[in-house]
């Protein structure tokens, strides 16, 4: 219970911190350029596709492509914006939020990961890092990608070193499971993540090798990671899955 008790509060004291930033932002009325305003078309048309389909019908050719900007844009993080978009009368500012509790999510994220590779001490500072840094404060209320790929990676991360440390083999392949959900979706957020498909079942696989474990977990992560982003990544035509790696 500590332990859930320390994480929640890490994520509060975080997303206390991003809101204080958010909303000057907000109150600013400061508009999305560049690639923010991108992310934010993409959102828009995430959002048109969300409610057609839970209208029962099926999304014009045209939305899906300005959902995927033509092929070059991973759909994951657009997708996450246009949750905030969904209620009434939500614009920027619902989506610059979405990205504040994404960012805030991390910070207990990197005390869990830390404290799994060090120690208590450290992963207190890490997580206390990640919440104060101007960098990551900063990059939690613009509409960029970073924040969501972060939180991802971490998370696969952890996910793999819960399955390699799990005692039992169903227990291992339900966190391995986790780790390639997540991975794969890191994937879907920005194509840098692709490398580390290959990279994470390795360091899994040699890790249960030196604990004398089959590496059947590594090939969940491997497989669960390929499959949730094989069929995400569009390019050209709208309702052609062809497959990644998409465009950066």
Do not use: K
Not at 130 to 140: D, E, K
Not at 143 to 153: D, G, V
Request: net charge positive; with cysteine.
């Amino acid at each position: 219970m500590r332990g859930w008790r320390v994480l929640t509060l890490l994520f509060l004291a975080s997303l206390l911190v991003r809101l204080l930033f958010l909303w000057p932002v907000v109150a600013a009325g400061v508009q999305p350029l560049y690639d923010e305003n991108d992310y934010l078309q993409r959102a828009v048309a995430w959002r048109e596709i969300l409610g057609t389909v839970a209208a029962g019908e099926r999304p014009t050719p045209e939305v899906v492509t300005n959902a995927y900007g033509g092929g070059d844009w991973p759909p994951l993080h657009p997708m996450l914006l246009a949750l905030g978009l969904l209620f009434p009368g939500a614009g920027v500012g619902a989506a610059r939020l979405v990205v504040a509790v994404i960012s805030a999510a991390t910070t207990p994220l990197v005390y869990a990961l830390t404290r799994r590779l060090a120690s208590d001490g450290a992963a207190r500072a890490a997580a206390l890092l990640h919440l104060a840094y101007p960098g990551f404060v900063a990059y939690s209320h613009y509409l960029w990608s970073e924040s969501t790929y972060m939180l991802l990676l971490l998370a696969s991360m952890l996910a793999a070193l819960d399955s390699a440390d799990a005692p039992t083999a169903g227990s291992r392949t339900r966190r391995a499971l986790v780790a390639g959900i997540c991975l794969g979706g890191a994937a879907l957020t920005r194509a840098g993540a692709l490398p580390v498909l290959a990279v994470l079942p390795v360091w899994l696989s040699c890790r249960l090798a030196r604990l004398g474990l089959r590496p059947l977990a590594a090939v969940v992560v491997l497989l669960c990671s390929i499959g949730c982003c094989s069929r995400g990544c569009w390019r050209c035509a709208p309702g052609r899955a062809t497959g990644f790696p998409c465009p950066p």
